[in-house]
């Protein structure tokens, strides 16, 4: 059974940072793409960054772009997502998600696998 376990959410003033982890179990995570997505209030979920199985590979939402970094730790099984300079806007429950293949994709449909999401909450 694969799991994804996100942690490090929380309350932060506007112009601070938070440190999201993904933890993976039941799974390899190397060899495999992985994805952080966001869902604010009565908003589609959206794609905030993904990388590639080696890491080599990023992307990122233009909205988050020089703000947030995507990394990942193959022995650790664990993604992270630094999230610095953050803004109002960027409250919402943020999920993990595996990719059915090796690469940074963009598509909701190329994820096989999610965690149960984790509330960032910035206040102005």
């Known amino acids: 059974q694969v799991q994804l376990v996100e942690s490090g959410g929380g309350l932060v003033q506007n112009g601070g940072s938070l440190r999201l982890s993904c933890a993976v179990s039941?799974?390899?995570?190397?060899?495999?793409?992985m994805g952080w997505f966001r869902q604010a209030p009565g908003k589609e979920r959206e794609l905030v960054a993904t990388?590639?199985?080696?890491?080599?590979?990023?992307q990122y939402a233009d909205s988050v772009k020089g703000r947030f970094t995507i990394s990942r730790d193959n022995a650790k099984n664990t993604v992270y997502l630094q999230m610095d300079s953050l803004k109002s806007e960027d409250t919402a429950v943020y999920y993990c998600?595996?990719?059915?293949?090796?690469?940074?994709?963009?598509?909701?449909?190329?994820?096989?696998?999610w965690g149960q999401g984790t509330q960032v909450t910035v206040s102005s």
């Open positions: 998600a595996a990719a059915r293949s090796r690469f940074a994709v963009v598509g909701r449909n190329e994820y096989a696998y």
């Open positions: 039941g799974r390899t995570l190397s060899g495999y793409g």
């Open positions: 990388i590639s199985w080696s890491g080599g590979g990023t």
